[in-house]
């Protein structure tokens, strides 16, 4: 197991809270912290530019607030997503805010650039990039970040099509710091199996749109409890990049999910869908292929528990079988 200093001690559970558009803010990112996984949000989530000071001092002093009153509770560091692409002209502003605060944790997006792990290097920061594939991992090694996050089949939003048998083998072969894995975890099962393959962390993201602290329409949350795999759409028609999106809401917006056209990659909108009407992430809502798996929209720290009691059973299971 490869984890970086600032991990130690401060998880209850291998998980990292991935930066959820929309939907990860303050209020998500401290309660994954205080109930012990890392927390996260991408930096653009934060309107206007200067609110990300304002974010980063909030979680900084909540949390060091629980820390206080609270010794023996292990509180995890939390982390803020940059994407980093020619689109986002608050790239570098962010990052200069993102040192100020020596954030513990950056995880970049779409392009691995040197100076963003300069930057979090400069000040003992650790840069976690999300890939898809082998080649793109090497790229991002190259760049020297500290871990990758490997984005599998069945992920929620911007997602691969590789198996994570395949991709977490393939990339434990030469890669020796730390190893991520994200697509369809939703329960403490989902989170054994992805170290069983050789993970140091899972990497859940729709499990916690569905929690009571998560800035979504409660008809999203909703809709995660009634829906299951075969509900998911595989398409890039909304940013240029294929994603996983929740069938019923494409529905909604007027379009056919069975029968959506391609995107051209050449005009990658995070945002806006091109020249549609609907918006991704707003209208359009990204899920993984795990949400059969949820029922409700708890807490988090009631979900953290029971993912806790789910983690615990599986390992479990896995020991009890050995020995037999």
């Known amino acids: 197991m490869s984890l970086p200093k600032a991990l130690d001690g401060t998880l209850e559970l291998p998980v990292l809270g991935s930066p959820l558009f929309i939907v990860s803010g303050p209020e998500l990112v401290i309660a994954q912290c205080k109930a012990g996984i890392v927390g996260s949000f991408p930096a653009l989530n934060a309107r206007p530019v200067e609110v990300l000071d304002q974010w980063l001092t909030r979680i900084e002093d909540e949390l060091g607030e629980y820390k206080a009153k609270n010794p023996g509770k292990k509180v995890a560091p939390y982390a803020v997503n940059q994407i980093c692409h020619a689109s986002n002209d608050r790239l570098m502003k962010d990052m200069e805010t993102c040192v100020k605060h020596k954030v513990p944790i950056i995880i970049t997006s779409l392009r691995p650039p040197s100076e963003i792990v300069e930057a979090a290097h400069s000040y003992g920061g650790v840069v976690f990039h999300d890939v898809i594939n082998v080649k793109h ?49 939703s329960d403490g099962y989902g989170i054994a199996s992805a170290l069983a393959l050789g993970a140091d962390l899972a990497y859940m993201g729709t499990r916690f749109i569905a929690t009571e602290e998560a800035n979504a329409d409660p008809a999203y949350k909703k809709a995660l409890t009634e829906f299951a795999a075969h509900d998911t759409v595989y398409t890039n028609l909304f940013t240029g990049i294929h994603g996983n999106y929740l069938g019923p809401s494409i529905a909604a917006a007027g379009l056919d999910p069975d029968n959506l056209p391609v995107a051209d990659k050449t005009k990658m909108n995070f945002g806006s869908g091109g020249n549609m009407k ?47």
């Open 137 to 185: 991992a090497r790229k991002a090694a190259e760049q020297g970040v500290d871990g990758l996050i490997l984005v599998c089949a069945g992920a929620g939003g911007h997602a691969g099509t590789l198996s994570p048998f395949a991709l977490v083998r393939e990339v434990k072969q030469w890669f020796k710091g730390t190893v991520l894995v994200s697509g369809a975890i």
């Open 278 to 324: 609907v918006k991704a992430w707003k209208d359009i809502w990204g899920c993984g292929q795990g949400i059969g798996q949820i029922v409700d929209a708890p807490p988090v720290a009631e979900l953290v528990d029971r993912l806790k009691r789910e983690y615990a059973e599986a390992t479990g299971d896995f020991a009890r079988r050995a020995r037999a």
